[in-house]
């Protein structure tokens, strides 16, 4: 099992930046895609952004594109999520994922193997 630890959250206002990152312990890190998701109040937990096993390839929603960048540090088991131009709509808990399998991407909640506990992002207007 893979424990997931999010960090870096917090107030900011609208057209700032965060960044978030996620420690991985008690699995080979490199060996799973990781992703990140959020939730706002009363809305389904939505994807935010994935990254393949290598850190090779990125995937994105048309929400968050050109805003949030995704990337690893396989040596030292972190996942991170930088954060720039953030909206009051981007107000949310962010969790880090790992993929189901090997194979698969965590591109939706059913791809998702493991969450982290979240992370609170708030965006002032």
């Known amino acids: 099992q893979v424990q997931l630890v999010e960090s870096g959250g917090g107030l900011v206002q609208a057209g700032g930046s965060l960044r978030l990152s996620c420690a991985a312990s008690?699995?080979?890190?490199?060996?799973?895609?990781m992703g990140w998701f959020r939730q706002a109040p009363g809305k389904e937990r939505e994807f935010v952004a994935a990254i393949n096993r290598s850190g090779g390839n990125t995937y994105y929603p048309d929400s968050v594109k050109g805003r949030f960048t995704i990337s690893r540090d396989n040596a030292k088991n972190t996942l991170y999520l930088q954060m720039n131009s953030l909206k009051p709509g981007d107000t949310a808990v962010y969790y880090c994922?790992?993929?189901?399998?090997?194979?698969?991407?965590?591109?939706?909640?059913?791809?998702?193997?493991?969450w982290g506990q979240g992370t609170q992002v708030t965006v002032s207007s």
């Open positions: 008690g699995r080979t890190f490199s060996d799973y895609a």
């Open positions: 994922a790992v993929s189901r399998g090997r194979a698969a991407i965590p591109v939706s909640p059913d791809t998702v193997g493991s």
